[in-house]
């Protein structure tokens, strides 16, 4: 059984940054692909950054070149680090653990995932 912990949220102004860090129960992060996904209201979840475990990065368009996920080594932590923020990054984030994701697609579509944490609040104004 796999448990993610999401933790860093919180509220900034626009332009601010946040780093968002998620912990496996475990370390599946050698086989697996780790997500953030997120969630504002009334809307649908949508990927936002995905990594798998030789460490290549996919990216939501509405989030290159201000978000950066990266992993560590052995893998047990992954992080969103999240620049230049906008009221419209407002959202819940979730961090989401899956096997075999080998399209960008995939990686951005909440229905790919498999394990999922519960949750961490971002707030941009």
């Known amino acids: 059984h796999v448990q993610l912990v999401e933790s860093g949220g919180g509220s900034v102004q626009a332009g601010g940054s946040l780093r968002l860090s998620c912990g496996a129960s475990?370390?599946?992060?050698?086989?697996?692909?780790v997500g953030w996904l997120r969630q504002a209201p009334g809307k649908e979840r949508e990927g936002v950054a995905a990594?798998?475990?030789?460490?290549?990065?996919s990216y939501a368009d509405s989030v290159k070149g201000r978000f950066t996920i990266s992993q560590d080594n052995p893998g047990n932590t992954v992080y969103l680090e999240m620049n230049n923020l906008k009221p419209e990054d407002t959202a819940m984030y979730y961090c989401?653990?899956?096997?075999?994701?080998?399209?960008?697609?995939?990686?951005?579509?909440?229905?790919?995932?498999?394990?999922w944490g519960q949750g961490t609040q971002v707030t941009v104004s």
């Open positions: 989401a653990a899956a096997f075999l994701l080998p399209s960008v697609v995939a990686r951005l579509t909440a229905s790919s995932w498999l394990y």
């Open positions: 475990g370390s599946i992060y050698g086989d697996a692909c």
């Open positions: 990594i798998d475990s030789d460490g290549i990065a």
